[in-house]
Structures are given as C-alpha cells and as structure tokens.
C-alpha cells in the first residue's frame, strides 16, 4: 500500500539557518502530497501542496517540490525562526476523498 | 479562522471502560474524519464519515469502534471496551467538499491504563 517516509526528528536549528525535512513517498498512482504543521497545543494545519509533478508548493517561506523522478517532496526553508518550531507532517493522498497517509513527523525546534 | 473542537484534551481510562472522544467540526463541514497517532508512529486513518454513514473505514476501525452524529453539530467516536494500544491522540478532521482543505482538532490524548 502507500506508504511516507520522513527523517527522524528531533531537529534542534538555530534562527536564521537553513531547514531541510526529508520526505520519501510510494504509492500505485499518482498522488497529491502535502506538508502539514502542528503548532504546541493546536491541530494539524495544511502548510502547502502538490498536485502533480515538478508542483512546487510554497507557504509562509516554506517549499517543497513534487518529484517523481526521486519520488520525494522535501520541505525546506532557508532561514527559520523560532515560532516555526513546530511538528511537521508529510502526507499523501491518493484522489480527493481518499484517506491522508501520513509521515511520523518531524519535530523542529529552533532557538535563538 | 473557524475551528475544529475536541475535547476533552486529555482522558485517562481504565482497560475495558467506553470512552466517547467528542467534536465539534466546522458548522458548513459535511465531510468527518478521525484519524490516531500511537506515540512514536505515523498518523493512521480511521474512519470517513458523510452524509449520515461511514464512508470508508481502515481496518483499525472494527467493532471495538463508532462514530456518531448524534445532533447536526457533533461528531463523535465511540471505543466500546477499550484497551492498552488504544492509547493513543486521536484527531478529528472535517471539509467542507471532497476536494478542499482539510482542517484538522488539536486531539484527544487518551490513556488506557
């Protein structure tokens, strides 16, 4: 079935450097890909996605491209700061309505 | 930004109780979800819910669970006789349509002791 790998947190940075979160994917079809973050105390919030190949999603500095080729949608960011400490989630689906598979996550904590 | 509620935050049960994790989707939502996450693992779908009936569950789901709505505003999952690896957070998500974006409650803590 399908199936999201992301890398192994915690990931501890400094503010102002640069972040990359891996995230490796299988699935039969071709699916959407998604990055979502939880803030301490609140819900998974979408962070940005892909619908289709070479996609690039971006949000709030965040991006991530669709490639297929690699079959990966690693986020990245090039200068964080400390309100992004967060759990970051990558997921896939499949087609609308079919259910979100997910990551781990990936806890970044960031510190001044 | 509307909201998805959970509560309560945290239970603590004892094996073999019923617990009811309650939500409050987003009030023009008509598309449910629950979903889990067991300390230290990935995010499992549960269960899909619209228009008054499951529309598609995992195999997580069995007959240990359900889901209600009971009143046009909550969305509730049920564990009948709950057990040690039910302990987990449980999150509730709900869309307005299909295609748009989900949004997701900040979770159930719950603890089977």
């Known amino acids: 079935g399908d199936s999201v790998t992301q890398m192994e947190g915690p990931v501890t940075l400094s503010e102002e450097a640069f972040l990359t979160i891996n995230c490796t994917y299988t699935a039969t079809g071709y699916p959407s890909l998604f990055w979502y973050v939880q803030y301490p105390g609140e819900g998974l919030q979408l962070l940005l996605k892909?619908?289709?190949?070479?996609d690039k999603g971006s949000n709030k500095g965040f991006e991530a491209t669709y490639r297929k080729e690699t079959t990966s949608f690693h986020l990245e960011k090039g200068s964080v700061q400390v309100s992004d400490s967060a759990v970051y989630f990558c997921?896939?689906?499949?087609?609308?309505?079919?259910?979100?598979?997910f990551g781990k996550g990936t806890r970044l904590s960031v510190i001044a | 930004e509307p909201e998805v509620t959970q509560t309560p935050s945290h239970q603590v049960t004892q094996m073999g109780q019923e617990v009811i994790l309650r939500c409050v989707p987003i009030s023009n939502h008509l598309y449910f979800y629950w979903y889990r996450q067991i300390l230290g693992q990935k995010v499992e779908f549960l269960v899909s819910?619209?228009?008054?009936?499951?529309?598609?569950k995992s195999e997580i789901f069995d007959d240990q669970f359900s889901v209600e709505r009971p009143d046009g505003s909550n969305f509730t999952l049920k564990i009948r006789s709950t057990k040690l690896e039910d302990s987990a957070m449980y999150f509730c998500?709900?869309?307005?349509?299909?295609?748009?974006?989900?949004?997701f409650g900040s979770g159930t803590q719950l603890s089977v002791l």
């Open positions: 998500a709900s869309r307005i349509d299909a295609n748009e974006k989900l949004f």
């Open positions: 819910f619209y228009n008054n009936e499951i529309s598609e």
């Open positions: 892909a619908t289709k190949a070479d």
């Open positions: 997921a896939l689906s499949e087609s609308g309505n079919t259910p979100l598979v």
